[in-house]
């Protein structure tokens, strides 16, 4: 199953935290004056900067070559969220759910990491797991838009309306306050092409239009 954009967080949030990671170990290295350490500071911006660029364009494998090399036992340099989507994307989920299940046990309280196994599931096809994830993501951080859009578009997909319909205004309502006018239309539309006569779709898209 080919995965729609919005499941494979190909946005450029993940981008700029993987660019924060390679920041912060570059500059931890950097604080070493050794020879060696400075080539090891290169290496890891190299290596850093490749896998934001790959990641950027989807391309997967090009993301699992570099963090089979660079992803250790501990995850210390935290590239398991990029590495997760990416083994998906090249048709290896299970080790990308053994890798994030083992990463929430000592981080049980990073709802990415819930996102993410929700889009690997999600890419399996194992929907039902898939919403479990979202959902806990939603029960975490209920202010997190990209959460109720992928639980949207997934109780769509296995042909729940209502729920698909609710949650993609929540999406919505979310995306407003905080300024992504363009996803706001998006998931606004979408609920009107489920339901053409949803009064508060209505309403959200000129209250959009006005602020536009």
């Known amino acids: 199953m080919t995965q729609s954009t919005s499941h494979y967080n190909k946005s450029k949030w993940i981008a700029s935290l ?4 390679v920041c912060v170990n570059t500059c931890f290295l950097s604080s070493c004056s050794d020879k060696k350490q400075t080539q090891s500071v290169t290496t890891v911006k190299q290596d850093g900067q490749k896998v934001v660029e790959a990641y950027e364009n989807g391309d997967w494998e090009t993301v699992v070559a570099i963090c089979d090399t660079l992803v250790d036992e501990n995850d210390t340099k935290n590239l398991i969220i990029p590495y997760a989507e990416a083994l998906a994307g090249v048709g290896n989920p299970q080790k990308a759910i053994y890798l994030l299940d083992k990463k929430l046990k000592s ?6 990491l819930y996102q993410t196994k929700g889009n690997v599931y999600y890419s399996m096809e194992k929907f039902d797991s898939a919403i479990i994830c979202y959902e806990k993501v939603i029960s975490m951080k209920p202010t997190y838009a990209r959460a109720y859009m992928n639980v ?6 296995t042909g729940n309306k209502d729920k698909a319909i609710a949650n993609y205004l929540e999406a919505a309502k979310l995306f407003v306050e905080n300024d992504y006018m363009e996803e706001a239309v998006k998931y606004t539309s979408r609920v009107l092409s489920l339901d053409s006569t949803n009064v508060e779709a209505k309403e959200l898209l000129i209250q959009i239009q006005s602020i536009k």
């Open 18 to 21: 993987i660019a924060v990671i």
């Open 152 to 157: 949207g578009e997934t109780y769509e997909l």
């Open 107 to 112: 981080n049980p309280g990073d709802y990415y």
